[in-house]
């Protein structure tokens, strides 16, 4: 089992910026794919970004490329989502995840991801 716990949510301004955290605890995740995503309210949850921990290769879609950046940090088994440029649409909850890596199936496809922290609200006011 992975236990998931995401922290750094909040209200900001417009062009702002917001750096989320994701802390891994139980099993080993050095194998695993950790990915963020966002659901914003009446709409489906969606990627947003992704990182294989064990070389470091991530994965943006497009709405996001350029703003976000994820990254890990192996000494603190933690995962950060540092969001830059924000907009109001970049306003929802953002949720951590993480799958074993397993050749074939793609980063984005939420359906693949095994594991899922709580949450963290993220607010974007223009």
């Known amino acids: 089992q992975v236990q998931l716990v995401e922290s750094g949510g909040g209200s900001v301004q417009s062009g702002g910026s917001l750096r989320l955290s994701c802390a891994a605890s139980?099993?080993?995740?050095?194998?695993?794919?950790m990915g963020w995503f966002r659901q914003a309210p009446g709409k489906e949850r969606e990627f947003v970004a992704a990182?294989?921990?064990?070389?470091?290769?991530?994965y943006y879609p497009d709405s996001v490329k350029g703003r976000f950046t994820i990254s890990r940090d192996s000494v603190k088994n933690t995962v950060y989502l540092q969001m830059n440029s924000l907009k109001s649409e970049d306003t929802a909850v953002y949720y951590c995840?993480?799958?074993?890596?397993?050749?074939?199936?793609?980063?984005?496809?939420?359906?693949?991801?095994?594991?899922w922290g709580q949450g963290t609200q993220v607010t974007v006011s223009s």
């Open positions: 995840a993480a799958k074993k890596f397993t050749y074939g199936t793609a980063w984005f496809d939420i359906d693949s991801y095994k594991y």
């Open positions: 990182i294989s921990w064990s070389v470091g290769s991530t």
């Open positions: 139980g099993r080993s995740v050095s194998t695993y794919i």
